[in-house]
Nanobody, 115 residues
Framework: QVQLVESGGGLVQAGGSLRLSCSASGSMFSISTMGWYRQAPGKQRELAAV???????NYADSVKGRFTISRDNAKNTVFLQMNSLKPEDTAVYYC?????????WGQGTQVTVSS
C-alpha cells in the first residue's frame, strides 16, 4: 500500500548542492521516523541522516554540517538538503520510512559528485 517516491538526484560539481525529496503516496500515515541512507559501490549501506517523530535528528559524522534533513508532515515528505558536496558523497541515496512498525524503502536516487 505504501509507495515511496524519491527525486532530486543528479550530477553536480564538487562544492555544489542538491535537494532530495521522498514522498509517501496514498492516504495519510502516522510516520515514526524518516531517514536517508546511502550506498556507494563496494561499500555497506550507511545512515546519512534520520529524523524521528519528536523532531530529533542524527547525522553521519561524514555529512554533519553539510546535510540537513527536514520534513513536511502534511505531505508525508522528507527532504535532504545537501550542500558543499564532495566526490565521496557519490552514492545511491535511499529514503527509509517507518510506518506502524513497518519499514519501507524508496527506489533509490543516484547522486554523483564530480571534481
Amino acid at each position: 500500500q505504501v509507495q515511496l517516491v524519491e527525486s532530486g538526484g543528479g550530477l553536480v560539481q564538487a562544492g555544489g548542492s542538491l535537494r532530495l525529496s521522498c514522498s509517501a503516496s496514498g492516504s495519510m500515515f502516522s510516520i515514526s521516523t524518516m531517514g536517508w541512507y546511502r550506498q556507494a559501490p563496494g561499500k555497506q549501506r550507511e545512515l546519512a541522516a534520520v529524523l524521528v517523530r519528536d523532531g530529533s535528528t542524527n547525522y553521519a559524522d561524514s555529512v554533519k554540517g553539510r546535510f540537513t534533513i527536514s520534513r513536511d508532515n502534511a505531505k508525508n515528505t522528507v527532504f535532504l538538503q545537501m550542500n558543499s558536496l564532495k566526490p565521496e558523497d557519490t552514492a545511491v541515496y535511499y529514503c527509509r520510512v517507518v510506518i506502524m512498525g513497518n519499514i519501507y524503502w524508496g527506489q533509490g536516487t543516484q547522486v554523483t559528485v564530480s571534481s
